[in-house]
């Protein structure tokens, strides 16, 4: 039998950086990505199953409407155990879809962010199980969240 699918969602560059180096979890589930096609993540998730979101998702309302639908098609084709993700904007389809269908989902804030809540980490928040911060200076703005230290 198969391990429950991880859905691992995060914007090219950065973000796909910060959620890859928790790759000895991830890497013993079957799973797939949703990010955008770039040429970074292009070579770092080559190999790996995933589906390409287009950009810019939360500033734009037609790839917003277009990442909404990818969604739906993702989680029709695939029905992930957990959605996983570091941000940013194309999360906030997928956080969603998730908490309509009640797929718990973990939104890690990024290392790099200490004093206030990223735009997507707010918008994804009503939908969000489970939100780990890098820093422990993260809590003061974000009670919720749990201090769970840097990714390796």
């Known amino acids: 039998m198969a391990s429950p699918h991880v859905?691992?969602?995060?914007?090219?560059?950065?973000h796909l950086a910060r959620?890859?180096?928790?790759?000895?979890?991830w890497?013993?589930?079957?799973?797939f990505w949703v990010t955008f096609r770039t040429p970074d993540a292009t070579s770092t998730l080559k190999g790996e199953n995933v589906r390409w979101a287009r950009r810019p998702t939360?500033?734009?309302?037609?790839?917003?409407?277009?990442?909404?639908?990818?969604?739906v098609r993702v989680f029709t084709r695939h029905?992930?155990?957990?959605?996983?993700s570091t941000g940013a904007g194309v999360a906030l389809p997928f956080f969603v879809m998730a908490k309509l269908l009640g797929v718990p989902t973990v939104r890690i804030e990024v290392y790099d962010r200490?004093?206030?809540?990223?735009?997507?980490?707010?918008l994804c928040r009503p939908s969000t199980s489970l939100l780990p911060a890098q820093?422990?200076?993260r809590r003061e703005s974000t009670p919720a969240s749990i201090t769970a230290g840097p990714l390796p």
Do not use: F, K, M
């Open 27 to 31: 890497n013993e589930h079957e799973r």
């Open 19 to 25: 959620l890859w180096p928790s790759r000895p979890w």
């Open 135 to 137: 820093r422990e200076e």
């Open 58 to 71: 939360t500033r734009h309302i037609g790839d917003l409407i277009r990442s909404t639908l990818l969604a």
């Open 7 to 14: 859905l691992l969602v995060a914007s090219s560059g950065g």
């Open 79 to 84: 029905r992930p155990a957990v959605v996983v």
């Open 114 to 122: 200490i004093d206030t809540p990223t735009l997507t980490a707010l």
